[in-house]
């Protein structure tokens, strides 16, 4: 026996299986238990529930919601208000840190300077404490009777107001659709035929493709308009509250703001650093091909900025997809809350846990596959040196 | 033999200004913006915190209330609930020696001096021990103060101190699992590394203060803060274990070879040869690591915990300082700043320092 | 089990065989070495002379035949293992001295934490082996203080303060500057004068005619020739051997 556990292979073997027995019977105690306990408060286990009507509302969805709704739908919307917050959350903060990481790399002094105490402050204040305070500053707004008003917008102590056009669901999503493809093709058409074309050719059909995206979106917003009203519906006072427009809640914005100031700073650092690990040697080199500043930055410095930048930015927009879960905080519906009003009211821990786990590994893997295939797409072919 | 040297014609005050700010019109233009918008926000803010400002809280919260600028007054009538928030007032000043107990073990530990080991345990140990007897009392005379009566940046240091003190230990031992030859142990602590890191550290929170008591048998429960501490725990730790075990990666294989020659077991090998290098490696990432895990204590005011956050909450949520908020979130954040804002520079300074030793 | 107290050869490998996945890395390998004998292993990179001496203190692993250091058989037996390490010494080519310890550190740890000598003890010995290596003077430095010929005289020393029955030698010069590699052979040339018996893999053949007992030729995982060092040098049977020495030897 004693000359069995000094043999080596029999001692790898016999650890591996201590460890690994030793989680999972923890484990399977855990669930053990936790089934026990939930039996004895009358909560069968199972997905059945998912079936059942919640019988609570959301405050916020981009989907029809009621409370006579079954709690599949309600994790659907809270999903879809993750991405949706994540995604606005991660443009914003990338349109923040691209304007603060290329004042810190300018050759400005002043720039530099303004872009550093940015990031310096904004970077070292939690981002919690930066959603509580913008929701503080936007509950205490005036009320929709005193609202500020500017360009058919109006700021309201119960969120913000804006004109929205009087046209059927789906021909405003297909509008908006068309709107991300005029911004969208320029660039993928930039990017197929670099330098094979003269540059003026190159631009005119960018815009050529821009302009007709953007006519297709104006054909579909006349065409899916609704009878009998004007084309854009401005929010107005009636009584003691606003009506008609958009109302972009409080909760929405406060995470929204917070999310680009704070992924701003982090971000901002991102590209600084892509910008400094492009070598001075390629800049030079370009130089001296007569290229001219601008076409310097747009040909050699910022693509190879981008692929330095990218895998970084990869876990920035995973982290501040993460982030979308402090809506809890402020009361808004993410899939974090739906998952936490669901524990609280229907009492089906165990599977509404597994839920959480579940959508969450999706949103990193799919990010990560989306990331996976931007990277391989640009990568440098080749084991280029890279001073 | 003579040299005579022409000295270029010292350039004015006037040209050195016009050359670093004023080279091109761009230049001039991007200069011109940044000094606006530098001159507008420092005025602006010197105007609200400063000369517009109430500082005394003998006109009470309406004169405050009527001033242009910021009313700091709140914060002279407040400061106790925002830094202690309900432990006893008489006591309070056994909250303030527990702060200052925890900042001073922060400062010891970043003298190099301390990085051994034994020392670097010892001072931490001391140090949560000396915070745990003056915060909870029951002993030498001091009256007991029960863990739901802490709160404020006396809180937030201990869950941030305690999360470090457990989750430390554990990333150790994780790395160490996760870069094990045999399959199994490794994968599996793969998968528990990976899982936790992906999911958002205030479900862990939230999993392990509501949900795990479920889940556990009664005597395991124990208090909610030491769950919710030991969830920020586990959560830290699936973080530093990675940085741990890139430091390990940057450790020659020859080190541990040679270990290996010399006779050294397991144990030794690792805790004489690996973990000292390795540390070193890892340390401006784990710098880095521990200023992400301060911040992110803040996130137990969502699970219900009377943190700072909390705190500076009810500061001003409760009747007259109602419209004061800013004041209050302005001072909970200039307290996180000093404190993430020094570790963060200490964090570059070794960078830079270590950068520079290689060399 | 007391490694050490047995007669019989110090390392006896027989039919040694090694995979390092599809690729065979050493193909029934037999060597014999007495106690106090003196082998110097060459060949070309890759062909496996290092794996070997690897294996006599299991850095690697053997997957095939049977290796006896000090009459105890090298398997799965932890207990063996250890006890082997202890008599083994072992010099490397890159050093791999402790970066993070003093020189005198470097010698002291593995006799204080492996064999439980007393602190006043293992720094007598350690100073000894400095002495002997000659460099006394550098006890208080760190390595990365010292150059690439002081470090590997260090690495002697460390390993003889373990005070082995043999001592491997793998590449010990390789990585040294040229003006640097005398000062180590120099070290290596005494010990073998103070009898101990030593496997060395290296291409210094000046060495091996000096003190070498016999010379092993190795090439793609096999040993090729075997022989005292004036008949290796002078008339080897093999044309790979023969090959290799015009290519050391050279010009």
């Not at chain 1, 923890?26 to 026990?36: E, F, Q, T």
């Not at chain 2, 005379?141 to 809180?155: H, K, N, P, T």
């Not at chain 3, 003196?38 to 997957?63: A, F, M, Y």
């Not at chain 3, 030729?217 to 005292?228: K, L, N, S, T």
Request: charged letters at 15%; one cysteine or more.
């Amino acid at each position: 026996m004693v000359s069995l556990l000094r043999n080596q292979k029999v001692r790898n073997a016999l650890l591996q299986v201590l460890y690994v027995g030793a989680l999972a019977a923890l484990v399977l105690a855990g669930v053990v238990i936790a089934r026990r306990n939930l039996a004895e408060q009358g909560i069968t286990s199972g997905f059945d529930f998912l079936y059942k009507s919640t019988g609570w509302d959301v405050n916020f969805s981009l989907l029809p919601a009621t409370a006579n709704d079954p709690y599949w739908w309600f994790f659907l919307i809270g999903i879809i208000n993750t991405l949706f917050l994540g995604t606005v959350g991660l443009m914003l903060a990338t349109l923040v840190g691209t304007i603060v990481g290329l004042a810190r790399t300018s050759s400005n002094e002043l720039a530099r300077l303004l872009g550093r105490t940015y990031v310096d402050i904004f970077r070292n204040i939690p981002l919690i404490l930066q959603v509580f305070f913008w929701y503080a500053v936007i509950t205490h707004l005036p009320t929709p009777r005193a609202a500020h008003e500017a360009w058919g917008m109006m700021l309201t102590s119960r969120g913000l107001y804006v004109p929205i056009p009087n046209v059927g669901a789906i021909a405003f999503a297909a509008a908006i659709l068309a709107v991300i493809a005029a911004i969208a093709l320029p660039v993928w058409l930039g990017r197929t035929s670099r330098l094979s074309q003269p540059f003026g050719e190159r631009l005119g059909i960018q815009l050529a493709a821009a302009a007709t995206a953007l006519a297709t979106a104006a054909v579909i917003l006349a065409l899916g308009r609704l009878p009998d009203l004007p084309l854009l519906d401005f929010p107005a006072l009636q009584g003691l509250n606003l009506k008609g427009g958009l109302r972009i809640p409080p909760e929405f914005s406060a995470l929204a703001i917070a999310i680009a100031i704070y992924g701003g700073s982090y971000i901002a650092e991102i590209v600084r650093g892509g910008f400094k690990s492009v070598g001075k040697g390629q800049m030079e080199a370009a130089l001296s091909l007569g290229l001219s500043p601008w076409r310097v930055f747009t040909l050699v410095r910022l693509p190879l900025a981008l692929r330095a930048m990218l895998p970084i930015l990869a876990n920035q927009y995973v982290w501040l997809m993460k982030a979308t879960t402090m809506g809890i905080a402020v009361g808004f519906t993410d899939f974090f809350m739906i998952v936490a009003l669901t524990i609280n009211h229907s009492g089906q821990t165990l599977e509404t846990i597994g839920i959480l786990m579940a959508g969450f590994l999706a949103i990193n893997l799919s990010l990560a596959a989306i990331f996976n295939r931007i990277n391989k797409a640009i990568a440098l072919k080749g084991n280029q040196l890279r001073a | 033999m003579e040299m005579v040297v022409v000295a270029p014609p010292a350039p004015g005050k006037v040209e050195d200004l016009k050359r670093r700010f004023f080279a091109t019109p761009l230049q001039a233009l991007l200069s011109l913006m940044s000094l606006a918008i530098m001159a507008f926000v420092v005025w602006k803010l010197l105007d609200w915190a400063v000369f517009s400002a109430v500082f005394t809280t003998s006109g009470g919260p309406e004169a405050c209330q009527a001033a242009a600028g910021a009313c700091w007054s709140v914060i002279a009538a407040r400061w106790r609930i925002i830094l202690f928030g309900l432990y006893p007032f008489e006591e309070q000043w056994r909250s303030a020696l527990a702060c200052v107990a925890v900042v001073v073990m922060t400062v010891l530990s970043c003298i190099p001096a301390f990085w051994t080991g034994r020392r670097i345990a010892l001072v931490w140990g001391a140090g949560t021990a000396l915070y745990y007897v003056l915060m909870k009392g029951g002993v030498l005379g001091l009256s007991y103060v029960g863990e739901e009566a802490w709160g404020g940046l006396a809180l937030t240091l201990f869950i941030f101190v305690t999360t470090c003190l457990i989750g430390f230990p554990l990333a150790v031992c994780l790395a160490l699992l996760r870069r094990s030859e045999l399959p199994w142990i490794s994968r599996t602590t793969a998968l528990i590394i990976d899982g936790v890191r992906s999911l958002p550290l205030i479900s862990i929170l939230f999993t392990f203060a509501i949900v795990l008591p479920f889940a556990l048998p009664q005597w395991l429960v124990g208090d909610k803060l030491y769950r919710v501490i030991l969830g920020s725990a586990l959560f830290f730790s699936a973080y530093q274990a990675e940085i741990v075990r890139g430091g390990m990666q940057g450790v020659p294989a020859g080190q541990e070879e040679a270990a290996m020659a010399l006779g050294m077991s397991y144990w030794q090998r690792i805790s004489r040869i690996l973990l000292p290098q390795a540390m070193r490696n890892a340390l401006p990432a784990t710098i880095n690591q521990f200023v992400i895990s301060f911040k992110e204590t803040s996130l137990v005011v969502i699970v219900g915990f009377f943190e700072i956050l909390a705190s500076g909450n009810a500061a001003y949520g409760t009747g007259e300082w109602r419209f004061a908020y800013v004041e209050v979130y302005a001072f909970i954040a200039f307290i996180y700043f000093i404190f993430v804002f020094s570790l963060s520079r200490y964090g570059a300074f070794l960078e830079r320092r270590m950068s520079v030793g290689e060399r | 089990m007391n490694p050490g107290k047995a007669s019989g050869p110090a390392v006896r490998i027989e039919n040694l065989d090694k995979h390092y996945g599809t690729f065979h890395a050493l193909r029934k390998v037999n060597l014999s070495v007495g106690r106090g004998e003196r082998i110097v292993v060459c060949g070309p990179s890759g062909s496996g002379k290092s794996t070997v001496i690897r294996c006599i203190n299991r850095l690697e692993q053997h997957d095939g035949g049977r290796i006896t250091v000090l009459g105890t058989e090298l398997n799965d037996d932890v207990a063996n293992i250890d006890g082997i390490r202890r008599e083994v010494g072992m010099v490397f080519q890159h050093f791999n001295l402790f970066p993070h310890m003093t020189v005198l550190e470097n010698c002291m740890i593995a006799p204080m934490i492996v064999r439980k000598l007393p602190r006043t003890e293992a720094e007598t010995t350690a100073r000894r082996y400095l002495e002997k290596v000659r460099i006394p003077e550098q006890a208080m430095k760190f390595p990365g203080q010292l150059s690439g010929g002081q470090q590997q005289r260090v690495a002697i020393a460390r390993a003889l303060c373990m005070q082995p029955q043999i001592m491997l030698f793998d590449e010990p010069t390789s990585a040294l500057d040229p003006e640097m590699i005398s000062e180590v052979l120099d070290v290596m040339v005494t010990l073998a004068s103070d009898g101990m018996t030593m496997i060395c893999v290296t291409h210094e053949m000046g060495f091996a005619r000096r003190v070498a007992d016999r010379v092993v030729f190795m090439d793609g995982g096999e040993i090729v020739e075997e022989a005292p060092p004036e008949e290796f040098f002078t008339s080897c049977r093999n044309d790979r051997t023969r090959q290799f020495l015009s290519q050391i030897l050279g010009h």
